[in-house]
């Protein structure tokens, strides 16, 4: 058997408390949450609509540094590079569409996760910035449940986790 | 919507001027000397953000 699910694009967010550092480097407790749905499917060199999600849920700690260009240039612009590390739950299911009896892939695992961010901010007001941020994201290792038709009850394979997101926020000094 | 790498490479192009000239408008209104924290300053912040996800 050979299944694949392709995700639209998807949406999610993030929340984080964040320490400022000397020398420009920041570390940061972070919870996030991505959404993406699926929406077709590729079983046996055969690929139709579907339907489902893959979700992840993620606890990070992060490292960043940020470059001192707003110091050296005078300009509000605070470019950052970073990564960390945590634990994401990835929960997944996909369907036919419109969803019958026939569930092909299930997932719910905890597992290791990391990511790389590189982004930057600029000063809107004291105390205030916005941020756009590109992130990386990858857990290792989710085990799935897969099934031709029915309900998935052996594991079928394990792979990765893995998602790109472009990120835009803001951020307040307390 | 499905949106390629090369789409998500434009968008986050887009972002990074966007910011550009968001921070030349900010500076122009003077903001270019706000408070922040420096070499061996320390502090906290809580930030709040939304994703696109691919």
């Avoid at chain 1, 605070?78 to 996909?94: D, E, K």
């Avoid at chain 1, 449940?145 to 990120?167: E, F, K, M, Y």
Wanted: proline share 4%; with cysteine.
């Amino acid at each position: 058997m050979a299944l694949r699910g392709s995700h639209d694009t998807g949406f999610g967010g993030s929340l984080l408390l964040g320490g400022h550092l000397p020398y420009g480097f920041k570390v940061e407790a972070e919870a996030l949450f991505q959404h993406r749905p699926y929406d077709t499917k590729t079983l046996d060199g055969v690929t139709t609509t579907a339907t489902g999600f893959r979700d992840t849920t993620a606890v990070m700690g992060n490292l960043l540094w940020e470059l001192p260009l707003a110091e050296a240039t005078g300009l509000p612009i605070r470019p950052f590079i970073g990564g960390g590390a945590g634990m994401a739950y990835s929960q997944s299911r996909l369907n036919d569409n419109p969803v019958g009896t026939n569930t092909y892939l299930q997932a719910s695992d905890w597992r290791f996760a990391w990511q790389a961010l590189a982004g930057v901010k600029f000063d809107v007001a004291p105390g205030a910035r916005l941020t756009a941020q590109y992130r990386y994201l990858r857990a290792d290792g989710g085990r799935s449940r897969c099934a031709t038709s029915g309900t998935p009850t052996a594991t079928c394979l394990s792979g990765n986790n893995q998602s790109q997101s472009v990120d835009v926020g803001l951020e307040l000094d307390l | 919507m499905r949106l390629s790498i090369a789409s998500r490479g434009v968008a986050l192009a887009g972002l990074f001027l966007a910011s550009g000239l968001a921070a030349a408008i900010a500076q122009d209104d003077g903001y270019a000397n706000l408070p922040y924290p420096g070499d061996n300053d320390t502090g906290l912040y809580v930030a709040l953000r939304g994703s696109m996800v691919g």
